[in-house]
């Protein structure tokens, strides 16, 4: 059972704005910098977000990211049917000494 | 170009030994951690260890201590993670991951065990 809480799943239509959340606790978000990745169907993870809101080259600009406290988000806007896919976020986590992952959330651009 | 690749699907019984590999090229390998994550079908990621090719420390998180083995040969710049008696449950697909500036995934190893 993941120790960052995301919500199951996400929809939005196209040219929307959709958030995706990640809770975690003091040993983790609240200390750590948190990572965000995509996964297509039947693909490797891609990291589309790093140390909180930082997007690596060749993202979009239309992914942003964000954290507060214990809790951190994704923000998707100009949402494109390209951007279907399950989504993760990810932090350190001091007490396991092991990087935790979200349940992951799967987006849905209906 | 920066890549890892990882060995072909592999195909086992419970009980069996497997060794899976993830070859670094492009990049300085010895100068990155390399993180091996798992999938189980269907299911979200996890986490499972990495190793310091420098020296070849490890760490591991307890759910996977003492069941599978984090190993490199910085000669051929490849990593490895290995099982000496695999369960059912270890069905699954195996990612290493390296971040050498720009963060790299192999392409993945699926490995099946049954009966």
């Known amino acids: 059972q993941s120790v960052l809480t995301q919500s199951p799943s996400a929809s939005g239509t196209p040219g929307q704005k959709v958030s995706i959340s990640c809770s975690g606790s003091?040993?983790?978000?609240?200390?750590?910098?948190v990572d965000w990745y995509q996964q297509l169907p039947g693909t490797a993870p891609k990291l589309v977000m790093h140390?909180?809101?930082q997007r690596p080259s060749g993202v979009p600009d239309r992914f942003s990211g964000s954290k507060s406290g214990t809790s951190a988000s994704l923000a998707i806007s100009g949402l494109q049917s390209e951007d279907e896919a399950d989504y993760y976020c990810?932090?350190?986590?001091?007490?396991?000494?092991?990087?935790?992952f979200g349940g992951g959330t799967k987006l849905t651009v209906l | 170009e920066v890549q890892l690749v990882q060995s072909g699907a592999e195909v086992k019984k419970p009980g069996e030994s497997l060794r899976i590999s993830c070859r670094g090229s492009?990049?300085?390998?010895?100068?990155?951690?390399i993180n091996w994550v798992r999938q189980m079908p269907g299911k979200g990621l996890e986490w499972m260890g990495r190793?310091?090719?420098?020296?070849?420390?490890?760490n591991y998180i307890p759910s996977f201590q003492g069941h599978v083995i984090i190993s490199v040969d910085t000669s051929i710049s490849t990593a490895y993670l290995q099982w000496n008696s695999l369960q059912a449950s270890d069905t699954a697909t195996y990612y290493c991951?390296?971040?050498?500036?720009?963060?790299?995934w192999g392409q993945g190893t699926t490995v099946t065990v049954s009966s």
């Open positions: 991951v390296a971040n050498p500036g720009k963060q790299v």
């Open positions: 492009g990049y300085n390998f010895n100068n990155n951690w």
């Open positions: 190793i310091d090719p420098t020296d070849s420390h490890t």
């Open positions: 003091g040993s983790n978000i609240g200390i750590n910098k």
């Open positions: 140390s909180n809101d």
């Open positions: 990810a932090a350190w986590d001091a007490s396991l000494n092991g990087l935790l």
